[in-house]
């Protein structure tokens, strides 16, 4: 692989505490590549470090084979975009745009062409001499893009550059940013904890969690074989049921808070068939789409009655809440048409014994940060 | 390159840090060495002379009581008026609010001497409440006190009226500051107004208000210009300081002014130390555990009739007109009246035409040469307390030691004035450095003192509030070298503190008068000049320079009203 | 359970107009989203109800009664802040007995009520942590337990969800739900994601410009959009300029290449005008052949899989760019050619908007 940036081992702390646990990942030129986290993984910490803002407590970083731990931010080349975008709010747009180009000294016929591209490129031209807090939330978003672009730096760091913008305009903007990334042939690392976002902008998605990036892939690759549950629950819509394994052979699992919810599983691979002790505890994991309404009544197929609790519209279809019968698990199923049943009534559902996904125990309380 | 810069940035910073413990940490805190060192000479005057004994102790404990006991019931009364005061600046929305906001920070540019004269016409002659009610006297005399605790009313007043901005101010940006979601929770769950201030924004806001009101303490336990011309035969321990100074009975003057550096520190540092980091203290519930929350409710809900809102405002707008304006008006119809002749006497020798500008000996050339003094020691002590503020504020933001750092600079601002400046004479001239001698020199030295703090905490106003940090992060990923940074982004973003906080610093100086008066040698400012003219019974005189100085505080007033709301 | 009526509310501040004579009813125990972009007047209307504005013109009736001149403090409401709110000097169960204290209830009763209402909303422990100690989802939790333990049937919400994650946002808007429904209350949620007012409301009230353009459950807003702007900001379409052809009573969307029978025109169009034809990524379906009606053989540029849910990149016959999202457990290639069918129900047809496609679709 041609990697464009390397990171390898780096470790940061803020008073005695690790914010960063060795973190190593590389990343290809013209790769568009996202860290994916929940608030307070250490995302924006490693983008600072990248950008040479902040520097690591241990590690090397290389870009282009060059190492930059010790070179500072002005002479890295690298375009930062921070969260909240700090415009320059003394300067015009033009200026604010200028600015990286003035402070290399670029010959200023030049700077002017170049300034004017970027202008051109992000829709802003005729807002050149506007205040950036004159503009609306999109437009200095897209000042803060034309900026970190107008340095020329092959390598861009986002740093949640949509987090700041209403639900659909961030939707929007997404397409635009991979595009103009794309056309302009930059490598980018793009910081987010927003699931749909990433995957739609990524090449490949770092997911990452408290200091640590858990696992490294494609979406595909991570949702196909996610390394463990934080990684399965955080990129799913996805149940999660605590429970007691009755049979070890078999497969029988039975719920921990609901002693006749039981069902069986068939993991396919070996990992997961060593968690299954007779008398243990797993977390076990079904997809929310997996769900069936009357499943066949085969032996590869978990078939339970419920009662429905709600039933929710949303784009891609309705989301079911079902409580099983004789207890209090609530399972989520999606389906893409409304079904003729409604709330209150009683359904058999099911899911393949192949589709449930175990794990250890002990990884519950990795995605309890919710507070559920 | 960049070795280059760490390197001189390095330099710089400890330079910058030599000249801070220099010009602004040892004047404050020199005089404390004077106790030991010259213990037989204090001996000697205060403590066993041969002649008079113990009289000069006595004479100490006198002025400190007294000065405790009207510092103290200042800062309680300001508390009570600042309160309101402060909640209906800052939630009130009415029209003359601006001007209203304008007066009551007026005290901190006004020089105090000026001030202090003005209150005095409005109050004690029939220039001016006086007058106003008919009378042939002002409504009160300058020997009128309050009965029990034995302090002169017109002195109080002086006092109050210049430290009540020290706890409306931070109180009223406390209250700004505070989410408008946390009070809009209050009312929708059921709280009425005054339920909701005592309940929610009380709590959030208590170390401001405890903070403001130990600097008003501090800073009536300070007050030297106005308190020498309104306290009458009464006698406070920091003017004390300046008299005792000028009898020569420099250990007394000395040992007097390091008890009040002493006890100003033992007042402020801890409190300051104490104040919880994250801006509020938590109330126990005790009225709701004694069940006696509904009857206070029931009271609450009375007073958070709109009709108490009205009186509300009706009394900040008659206590401002009161105590801030009307000594402005009094003190210009004054100046009318004795334009070309004492009204009264109806002598030509008793007008401001010819004892500033026509007499011989007139005070027109010294009134001239104290403005000279005044705005070249105000410009140069603002000018070189800028050059070392700028970086010192980066040191404080930047290192773990800057909060212990700025907790110091708070020194100069509490203790006061004339134990500063009987301090710094000490510091610069015979005692240690031996190099600049009372004059222009040692007033501008010893001024930089409380300017670098007072630029200080107006840019790190700006610094803090703003996203200065991140943009100067963003502007070298940019590219922008050391200086370029400087120049293009963090000077232009910090403009408005700069500039705020120059020109405070420049109206302090202007109207400084207790540390000015032991460093000035020959060369009068013009509100130590104000004093010397009272004094002396040039009325008409000083009407003229209060309201010079008046002119220029209004003048200074308006450049930073201009400035803040760019 | 309360209704609220809102007749004719208007309210400007300075020159900017941010309600224009709105009327809306809310009934009882329903869960109301207003929607809309920022600026369109939603949390000001939320405001008004709650009495934290005064509107200009108008009144809002809860219960029937007129809530004018009666202060936040007497009007019995809930009120969930955006920014959580939680008073930070008091500990969580402190903030959520602060009501009943405030109402004047006896201390061991206040205690009582608010351990019960953590206790509801499924908070078991840390009641004597501070706000500051607990993460944002907890905290918004407990201040709903805050805004309930007055016993408030009407819960208003102001972007209740906007400061969390988005992983835990998902998680809080069944929870919300589940909240409301539980407790019997009536609920007015503002918000400006269309995903979470789809998937919370019975009932969507779309705002914008100080203006309601379209009210109704999320299944009637999604798939019959009674404007051009309601069908783009609610959730996403294809928007493609066509020619109407009207014959026998039944619109026809013709881009020259292509025609589609459209079933949902809510404004009528004269035959031969400029139109604008909005497809759903949702209303595709894949199609054996093109023997059916309405459907269109069309190259897949892009293809990517998420769950069960296919997103299609895919062009038409005239070179037209479109999304698309069919629930299929088989995989199409890109590069490949397909045909794809739009059930005639969900084509929408409108007319060409005066002031300029654009400025119809701008949010402000």
Known sequence: MNSFLKISNIWKYYS?????????????????????????????????????????????????????????????????????????????????????????????????????????????????????????????????????????????????????????????LREELKSIARSLGRTVVHVTNNVEEAVELADRIAVMNNGYIIQVGSYDELRRKPKNLFVEYFLSDVNVFRAYVLDPHDGLLRSSSDVCFKFRVKPLCEDASSLLRSGGEVIVCVDSDVIVLDPPSDSGWNVFDAIVEEVLFHRGGYTYILKTCCGATKIMMKVMDEMEVGIGCKVKVGFKTSDARIYDVSEYDSILYHGG | MASLYRKGGLILKIAILIATAVFVLMPSVFLISFIPVNWDEIRYEIFDNPIVGDTGWKLIQSVLIFSFKLSILTALIDVCLGIPLAYILAYGRFPGKSILDTLVSLPLVMPTSGFGFATLISWTTNLGLGGLFGLKTGVIDITSKIPVVDIPILLLLVHVTLTLPYVVKPLQARFIDIKPSLLEASRILGANPFTSFRKVILPLSLPALLSGSIMALARSLGETGATMIVSGTYITAAVAIVRWEFEFKIATASFLGALLILSTWAIVLPLEMMLSRKGWVSLPKILARLDLERRVIVLEEVLSSSLSSIIGKAFVVILLLILVVLPIFSTSYSAFLYWGKDPFTGKMEGGILYQIFMSPAGYGSLLSRAILTSFIVAGLSTFLSVCISIPLVYIIEEYGFGRVLRTLLKIPLVIPTSALGISSMLLWGPRLF????????????????????????????VFEGSDIRDCEDVARTLGAKPMELAELISIPMLKRGILTGAILSFTHSLGETGATFIVMGGDYTVSTLVVTMVESLAIPAALFSTLILIVFSLVFMGIVKVIAGE | MPSVDIVNVSKSFGY????????????????????????????????????????????????????????????????????????????????????????????????????????????????????????????????????????????????PLGALDPKIRVYMKYKLREIVKGFGLTAIHVTHDQDEALSIADKIVVMRRGRILQTGPPKELYWAPRSLFVAYFVGEANIVEVVARCSGGSYIADSGEYKLICGWVPAPIEDGKRAILAIRPEAFKIANQDMDRNTIKVEVSSARRIGRMLYLGIVLPDGVHMKAKIWSNTNVEPGSRIYVKVPESRCFLYPYPKAGLTEELSPV
Not at chain 1, 133 to 162: F, H, I, K, N
Not at chain 2, 442 to 457: A, G, K, R, Y
Not at chain 3, 53 to 81: A, C, L, N, W
């Open chain 1, 16 to 172: 005695g505490r690790p914010v960063l646990k060795d973190i190593s990942f590389e990343v290809s030129r013209g790769e568009y590549f996202v860290v994916l986290g929940p608030t307070g993984a250490g995302k924006t910490t490693l983008l600072k470090i990248l950008a040479g803002i902040v520097s690591p407590d241990k590690g090397e970083i290389y870009i282009d084979g060059k190492p930059m731990v010790n070179v500072p931010p002005e002479e890295r080349g690298v375009g930062y975009f921070p969260q909240f975008f700090n415009l320059f709010n003394h300067m015009t747009v033009w200026d604010n745009v200028c600015f990286p180009l003035l402070v290399k000294g670029i010959d200023i016929v030049e700077a002017e062409k170049i300034c004017k591209e970027m202008l051109s490129l992000m829709h802003l031209l005729d807002r050149a001499d506007s205040y950036p807090y004159e503009l609306s939330g999109g437009m200095r978003q897209r000042v803060a893009l034309a900026r970190a672009l107008a340095t020329g730096a092959e390598l861009l760091l986002l740093d949640e550059p949509l987090s700041q913008l209403d639900a659909k305009l961030s939707v929007e």
């Open chain 2, 434 to 461: 031996n190099i600049v001698t009372p004059g222009v020199w040692l007033i501008t030295l010893t001024h930089m003192t409380f300017s670098v703090p007072v630029i200080v905490e107006s840019i790190i106003a």
């Open chain 3, 16 to 159: 900017i107009e941010a309600l224009n004579r709105v009327n809306l009813t809310v009934e009882n125990g329903s869960y109301v989203c207003l929607l809309g972009p920022s600026g369109c007047g939603k949390t000001t209307l939320l405001r008004i109800i709650a009495g934290f504005i005064k509107p200009d013109e108008g009144d809002v009736y809860i219960d029937g009664k007129s809530m004018k001149g009666i202060p936040p403090e007497r009007r019995g409401i809930g009120f969930v802040f955006q920014d959580i709110a939680l008073f930070p000097h008091m500990r969580l169960v402190d903030n959520v007995s602060f009501g009943p204290e405030v109402k004047g209830w006896c201390y061991k009763d206040s205690l009582k009520t608010a351990i019960e209402n953590l206790e509801r909303i499924g908070i078991h422990m840390g009641r004597d942590a501070y706000p500051n100690e607990v993460s944002g989802g907890i905290a918004q939790l407990v201040s709903i337990a805050r805004a309930l333990a007055v016993r408030s049937r009407l819960l208003l919400l102001d972007e």
